[in-house]
């Protein structure tokens, strides 16, 4: 299993970033896709999930800004950051795991990206 982050960057406060997951080793189709940060100092928390029923769940501080959607035929998942704040600040990881997702607490993925950074500026 593979995932790949990549479309991180510095921003400023009120930007946007669209970052991709590109996975492959499974059957992505039939996955849940999920996004985590871990800003530095502090626990890893969830930001979204995807299952294969197209059903996104948000962590409450993204939701309304942060939009997650997937490209089946391209075994891709993105994360559309509008409206970042200096707290979104963070490594962003991709995680999976196979049929339906499990709570954004996070230990229920089995799969990890290595992380794409985003820095967001006052």
């Known amino acids: 299993v593979r995932l790949v982050e990549s479309g991180g960057g510095s921003v400023q406060a009120g930007g946007s970033l669209r970052l991709s997951c590109a996975a492959s080793?499974?059957?992505?189709?039939?996955?849940?896709m999920g996004w985590f940060r871990q800003a530095p100092g502090k626990e890893r928390e969830g930001v979204a999930s995807?299952?294969?029923?197209?059903?996104?769940t948000y962590a409450i501080s993204v939701n309304g800004r942060f939009t997650i959607s997937r490209d089946n035929a391209k075994n891709t998942v993105y994360l559309q950051m509008n409206n970042l704040k200096p707290e979104d600040t963070g490594v962003y990881y991709c995680?999976?795991?196979?049929?339906?997702?499990?709570?954004?607490?996070?230990?229920?993925?089995?799969?990890w990206g290595r992380g794409t950074q985003v820095t967001v500026s006052s």
């Open positions: 995680a999976a795991v196979a049929g339906n997702c499990p709570s954004l607490m996070g230990a229920g993925f089995p799969y």
């Open positions: 080793g499974f059957t992505y189709s039939t996955a849940c």
């Open positions: 995807l299952g294969r029923d197209g059903r996104p």
